[in-house]
């Protein structure tokens, strides 16, 4: 049972309210997406939080009892959750603490999570039952340079068969609540060519015609609803904060609040404003990178993440502006669902330096994950692609 954890989970839990202790509450109060989320029991959980004078959500989700099954199973929810959340300060002892290069700090993110993963997996048998937690990575192939890419890094989350969760992440180093500058000189010397990049591809792939008909504090307008592009802020140590999110979207409005200039729509680029002006307030509307993944992106039915076929995976990786620079994929186990396996999802064609975690091992190529499990024509039912 994941009880067998309590002390790890405790642990974890002093340890993020330590390096959380900055007053933050307030910006993240009217966050839209913050209980959208259908993977926890929301009205349990407040019941016996009221009953035991205990308003601390995060720590009662240590109990698998707090998820619902209906789309995984409430062990393997709750393995995740953790997971994610010893992932980030895993990532925040060893590379933001040392305030490493961001490029670093995205590299380190997955190795942690797969090593986690295995450590909370393993403590469940019910667990392995169901499937094993199947993780993935590559880099998508191109000629160009980040630059000219749409993100740093996609996340991929397969919900059905053949559907799929995917966000798409743009990292940035930041300080709490400091106004933190976006800017990117490309090419052209069009300096918010990186903005203007995540905003097509939010327009082209994503859901936002209904942003503006929403009844909301115009100060928070717009703050998760881009479902596909989000900037993930890696905050300096001096900060005590773990990362957090902000939409591109929001990104824009803060922009256009100060300068009157809006890039949201295909090719906006009508107006420049000065390199001054494109800076954002990493907290004004944003929440926590690990929670968005773990309960919105997991959740099918959520607006985090945009839901794809196998097909639009493959015109997202193919298309030479909205790829992102490196895929990360998170299978989780299911008993009743049929969620493939990343062979089959990501054409080859499209990626290179693969590599797949399954098992508690790092397989480094198709071929030798194919040595350890092989894939016959006729493939039984009874020994079924992992």
Known sequence: MLSNVLLIVLLLDLKREKLSSQPIGMWFKKNLCRTTTNLIDIPQ?????????????????????????????????????????????DHWDLFTRTNSFEETQNASLFAYLSSNLNLLSCLDETIEASGDFFLYSADCKSDSTESRLGTDFGIIVPVADDRYKVALFQAKK?????????????????????LTRMLDIETAWGSIENIDQLDVVTEYKGSLLGALCFYVFWHAPESYL??????????????EEKTGVSYLGIGSVGSSVPKSAMEIVPLRGGTWFSEAISLLLAD???NFGITMTKEEICAL??????????????RIPSATLNLGDWRDIIPENLVEN??????????????E??????????????????
């Open 354 to 367: 693969e590599k797949f975690f399954l098992k508690e091992k790092t397989y480094n190529s198709r071929k």
């Open 45 to 89: 959980i407040a019941y016996d939080s009221l009953l035991d004078e205990d308003l601390d959500t995060l720590s009662r989700l240590n109990n698998e009892t707090y998820f619902n099954a209906s789309y995984f199973s409430s062990e393997a929810l709750c393995a995740l959750f953790w997971a994610f959340q010893k992932t980030v300060l």
């Open 369 to 386: 994950l194919d040595l350890v499990n092989p894939r016959d024509k006729k493939r039984s039912s009874d020994n079924p692609t992992p």
């Open 174 to 194: 930041a300080n709490f609540n400091t106004p933190t500058s976006i800017e990117r000189q490309s090419p052209g010397n069009s300096h918010y060519q990186q």
């Open 242 to 255: 773990l990362p957090t999110i902000l939409s591109a979207i929001q990104a824009n409005h803060q922009i």
């Open 317 to 330: 990786l193919a298309s030479k502006t909205a790829k992102p620079r490196q895929i990360l994929g998170v």
């Open 300 to 302: 099918p039915e959520t």
